[in-house]
Structure formats: C-alpha cells, structure tokens
C-alpha cells in the first residue's frame, strides 16, 4: 500500500477559498484515477471528485461542489489538490485522499486527512 498525507485545511469564513495538498508515497498517482472524499462529524465518508490517471475524465459528486470545487492532478509531483472557493458551512468536513474506489480497491492506506472548517 501507498502512504497518503493530507494539508492545507483550516478555518475559513463562507465564501473563503482553501486549496488542499495530498501528497503520495510508495504509489505513484500516475497508475491510478483518484478521488477526494469527505466525511462530516456523525455522517459516512463521501467521494467529493475524482479525477482519471490521465486528467480526462473529472467528476464531481453534486452541483454545487461541481461550481466551486476544482481537482488537480499533478503527476509529476505524485500530488493530488483540490481548489476549494465559495465554501459553505456544508463544506465542514475532514477531507481525504485516495485511488478512486469505484474503479478498484483502495491503492493506498489512509490519511490522517485535513480539517475544513467553514463559519458562516
């Protein structure tokens, strides 16, 4: 298994902008389409957007996320990112990174994830 490593959460105003790092080891982002996901306090963890291993084909989970979050792939530096602008108080979450599961199994252990917090 790869090793992941989350930053670049914090807390942020509504309508405030973070970009969050995941930089991987041990895999490389190169060989797998990968994903952000999310989980909020008493809730599941979600998929937020994924991203295929070449960069053609991004997803996002709903609407909303589609118009304000983007997901970046940087092969070169085995770094996924993910550009968070407009953010809502629905947004607070602890945010992860890892091989998109819907086309495979989890390449890569978890995290320890990076904490959103969006006040309104």
């Known amino acids: 298994q790869g090793q992941l490593d989350e930053s670049g959460g914090g807390l942020v105003q509504a309508g405030g902008s973070l970009r969050l790092s995941c930089a991987a080891s041990?895999?490389?982002?190169?060989?797998?389409?990968m994903a952000w996901y999310r989980q909020a306090p008493g809730k599941e963890r979600e998929i937020v957007a994924s991203?295929?291993?070449?960069?053609?084909?991004?997803?996002y989970a709903t609407y909303s996320v589609k118009h304000r979050f983007t997901i970046i792939r940087d092969n070169d530096k085995n770094t996924l990112y993910l550009q968070m602008n407009s953010l809502e108080p629905e947004d607070t979450a602890m945010y992860y990174c890892?091989?998109?599961?819907?086309?495979?199994?989890?390449?890569?252990?978890w995290g320890p994830g990076t904490q959103v917090t969006v006040s309104s």
């Open positions: 041990g895999r490389n982002i190169s060989d797998y389409n």
């Open positions: 991203i295929s291993w070449s960069g053609a084909n991004i997803n």
């Open positions: 890892n091989s998109d599961h819907r086309s495979g199994p989890y390449y890569y252990d």
